[in-house]
C-alpha cells in the first residue's frame, strides 16, 4: 500500500516553518510537516514526499545539503526557495 504524500518545511526558525505550514494547509494540503535541515527525514518518514520548500535562514551549506539529499530520494521532487522581503525605507 502506497503511502500518502507529504509537503515539508525546512527552515532555522520554527515560527517563520509554522506560518507558511499553516498557509499550505489553508490551501487544502492535509498533511505538512515543518523541520530544521537536520531532521527532514524523521520528518517525512514513509510518506511520499511531494514538495519541499526551502528556508530563507538556512546557509549555503545547508541549502546544498538539503537539496542534494532531496535529489538522491527523487530527483522530481519539487523545491521550493524561499527568500527573505526585505521592506525598503522610502
Do not use: Q
Not at 492535509?30 to 514513509?46: A, L, N
Not at 514526499?49 to 551549506?61: I, K, M, Q
Amino acid at each position: 500500500m502506497a503511502s500518502e504524500g507529504k509537503i515539508i518545511v525546512i527552515n532555522r526558525t520554527m515560527a517563520d516553518a509554522e506560518n507558511l505550514k499553516e498557509l499550505i494547509e489553508f490551501m487544502d494540503e492535509p498533511d505538512v510537516c515543518t523541520s530544521t535541515p537536520g531532521g527532514w527525514r524523521k520528518c517525512v518518514g514513509d510518506a511520499r514526499l511531494d514538495a519541499v520548500f526551502v528556508g530563507a535562514d538556512l546557509s549555503e551549506r545547508e541549502i546544498r545539503g538539503v537539496v542534494d539529499d532531496i535529489g538522491d530520494l527523487d530527483p522530481n521532487i519539487p523545491i521550493v526557495m524561499l527568500h527573505e522581503e526585505h521592506a525598503r525605507g522610502e
